[in-house]
């Protein structure tokens, strides 16, 4: 009985982990806060109108402008949470691969070293995504032949994104190289693409279920549980890519470690 509650079983590893998912969900939610208010200010009016509209009745058209300036000022709000899913993505691949680090230093040192591109990349992907949205809502009332190319072109930008900033947070490389690998890797692997996809909208389904008595979840996991979970699905697609460690002998090892004390001293 013991055993089960020693610092090295697998219930005290996984409550470990658990527990990192749940304070790294906290600081990405703190860097979400800008974003969270503006949509929620700036959107919940027209959300409103639309559940207490009768079918048929309401107007998208007249609340475009609403849309539209809910986008705007969104593109600015989200900024921080670019740098912040780099650093989550960053930290959850170590947790997953049982990598030694301390949580919230690592994410804040992440959060620093790709803050300038992570930004750009959210903007660059929060811009794809309103553009993608408005399509969709301005294409209501044509032949469902567009509302349909418009959802197949949001899917395939949306399973690509899911690999933006987990490949910032671990290749060094261009913004446009950055896109460019995600675009390849999601196709190149599709099942594990698919089940990202699952796991991301996931939480969705369970507002839309449940409403307001998942809130609690959400707090705790509701970004960094599937992103634990994305982490757990691309990080042997990953190790492709990643340079080969060099195994070395005891012999060689204990020579390298000679030769970095005689650098020292000298």
Known sequence: MGKIFDLDSPLIRALNKLADVMWINVLVLVFSIPLVVEQFFLMSPVYIDLM??????????????????????????SIPLGPALTAMHFVLLKVVREEESYITKTFFKSFKENFKQSAILQVLQFVAFGIIFLDFILTSNL?????????????????????IFPLQSKFENTILGTIKNAF?????????????VVVTLFPILLVYFFELKVVPVLFLLGIAGPGYCCAALYSETFKKFEPKEEVLSEEEELEQAIRKIDDEEN
């Open 184 to 196: 390849l890797v999601s196709i190149m692997a599709l099942p594990r693409t698919v089940g990202m």
């Open 143 to 163: 032949n469902s032949i567009y509302r349909y190319i418009v959802l197949a072109v949001g899917l395939i930008i949306f399973m690509a994104s899911l690999y």
């Open 52 to 77: 207490d509209a009768e079918p048929g009745s309401f107007n998208f058209g007249s609340y475009i402008l609403v849309i539209i300036i809910a986008w705007v000022a969104g593109i600015i709000c």
